[in-house]
């Protein structure tokens, strides 16, 4: 079992910044990919960004160039660095981990006003 514990979320302007925090406990042994995910009121929940265990990132073409992802190995914690917020950015964010497993945090408000 793979705990995730997201932090950070919150209500900023249009065109504020926000990083979002996932610290991930438990049998972390075998932990690979990190992802960031989002939800926005009756959508479908989206991918955002992916880290692979070696660093590599995938973004989703609507946070290009605005959001980065990070991760800390020593800390097992994955971050998700907004700026350029938007309104359409308005979603709980879901922190994700892949061992064989796909675990899921509790997820993050992250409300952007106009």
């Known amino acids: 079992q793979v705990q995730l514990v997201e932090s950070g979320g919150g209500l900023v302007q249009a065109g504020g910044s926000l990083r979002l925090s996932c610290s991930a406990s438990g049998n972390i042994f075998n932990l690979n990919a990190m992802f960031w995910y989002r939800q926005a009121p009756g959508k479908q929940r989206e991918l955002v960004a992916t880290?692979?265990?070696?660093?590599?990132?995938v973004y989703n073409d609507s946070v290009k160039g605005r959001f980065t992802i990070s991760r800390d190995n020593a800390k097992n914690t994955v971050y998700l660095q907004m700026s350029s917020l938007k309104p359409e950015d308005t979603a709980v964010y879901y922190c994700a981990a892949q061992t064989t497993l796909h675990y899921w945090g509790h997820g993050t408000q992250v409300t952007v006003s106009s």
């Open positions: 880290i692979t265990k070696g660093g590599t990132t």
